[in-house]
DNA sequence: AAAATGAAATTACAGTTGTAAACAAAAGGC
DNA sequence: GCCTTTTGTTTACAACTGTAATTTCATTTT
């Protein structure tokens, strides 16, 4: 199910992609004036980070008079989908249970939000394991016979 | 509540970090021939990721015969924990329900997870805001006034 | 004790990231 | 059309990462 080529946004740059995500588009000279408080960076730092950028192909760059407005080339969500996967699989899935408590005592989640987590959670339920498995010993592999690449 | 001097564990080291976690201590070798299948890395390779925990105070080596034996010197769990705080604090708070609901999606949990998942989720129902606010321009800061540094 | 072995430490080296200055190009003002 | 200002591009540079070979050091075996 591996489509995006991952797209890595280091969090320097992250910084600057929340901003044109909030915005649909904007100049550097924008991202540089909302980031400056927040960030402490010289207006060169965000030219960087948005030139970076455009060269991974997170954003793209019209023309508009003397300057670039720069546009998402892909939308937030799915950015932080693609990186809560790449975060997940890194994790142990013997403790990952706990570390959700952890993310979820840690975030204010909005009535719908966790009417919706709630509802997800009592699907899941019905199929859930009592244990799941640590995974972090690569010979206690628990694929499909037949199917693990990794045996 | 910043205790913890953060201890930055990369990708690749992380992946050492989850076999000593798991055997609770381990030589290099051991480590090289359980991560030699998943990450077709040399014993070279695992020998300088372990010397680099051990240099950044994540592991912590006693000799053993010839060879050291190498010891987690945090917990998994809470690395865990850390890690997933300094994930959610770069991503927009106003998408960070949908991004959580992906990520239970993806992964396996166990009844016991579930459960306490809802529970908490519950708990939090009784005082959620109907709507999140994006955080993601710095100049919409939501903090309380006087308290914000921002402002 | 000398040799062989196995592990650790040092060195390597290119790519990424954070942070920015310097330089170049384009557009608007005069 | 030339100068100035704004914006983009190139260059810089150290730290961190991924990946490993080489060298050194400690141990075990003859």
Redesign the pocket.
Known sequence: MEISPAL???????QVMRIIWTLGQA???TVSQLLAKK???????V??????L?K?GALT?K????????QPAISEQQAMNTASEMFVEQLCQHKIGKTLEKMIQETTLSQQDIQDLISMLQAKQKTAPKEVPCNCLPNKCQCQPGTCQQN
Chains 1, 2 share one sequence.
């Open positions: 890595n946004i280091s969090n320097a740059e992250w100049s550097s000279q960030m402490a960076w010289k207006a060169a730092t030219k960087t980070l948005v030139g970076r455009v991974k760059a023309r508009d008079g003397k300057r670039y407005l720069y």
